[in-house]
């Protein structure tokens, strides 16, 4: 199959999962729910695992318009939805990089007034970074502007920071 033949959700959710570095097994058993929540005409611009006190086996899908989670069972790997949100629909979200163990502390509060605290792991500092400018994108800019492809920028005070580390 062609990336012509594929929708847009495909074409973007692919490749992410590859900058992830997520096993085919994981994304086989996420991709239908986390499918499910953005639909096919929705652009995913990060995928990565992240954990939290309530879940360990989680991945995140950050899109043009969603934030979803889904977790997983321990024993018998079952997947099920965690957080489904539009982006408008969250409020106070906070996010810090740490280039040190190579991942974001993600803080946001669903519409229903619960607070999920997550830690998004990536594979290495590139993605964090690419993690961290799409947040930008999607929570810094006034909604419905969320451009459709980014490029990763870190700061020059960060890349001195690290360099000097």
């Given at each position: 199959m062609s990336m012509e033949t594929l929708d847009t959700f495909s074409c973007?959710?692919?490749?992410?999962?590859?900058?992830a570095k997520l096993s085919p097994a994981t994304i086989r058993r996420h991709v239908q729910v986390l499918r499910?929540?953005?639909?096919d005409r929705d652009t995913v611009a990060v995928v990565a695992r992240c954990t939290?006190?309530?879940?360990?086996?989680?991945?995140?899908?950050?899109?043009?318009n969603r934030l979803v989670i889904t977790t997983e069972s321990a024993v018998l790997r079952?997947?099920?939805?965690?957080?489904?949100a539009d982006l408008h629909q969250l409020a106070d979200?906070?996010?810090t990089p740490e280039p040190g163990r190579t991942g974001i502390q993600l803080g946001v509060t669903a519409i229903d007034g619960v607070r999920e605290n997550l830690w998004v792991r990536l594979?290495?500092?590139?993605?964090?970074?690419?993690?961290?400018?799409?947040?930008?994108?999607?929570?810094?800019?006034?909604?419905?502007q969320i451009a459709a492809a980014w490029t990763p920028t870190?700061?020059?005070?960060?890349?001195?920071?690290?360099r000097f580390a």
């Open positions: 973007t959710f692919l490749p992410a999962t590859a900058l499910g929540c953005a639909g939290s006190r309530a879940t360990r086996r989680s991945v995140l899908m950050l899109t043009r079952r997947v099920s939805l965690h957080l489904n979200v906070t996010w594979p290495d500092k590139t993605e964090m970074w690419r993690l961290d400018e799409a947040l930008k994108q999607a929570f810094r800019t006034p909604w419905g870190v700061p020059r005070l960060t890349r001195a920071v690290l």
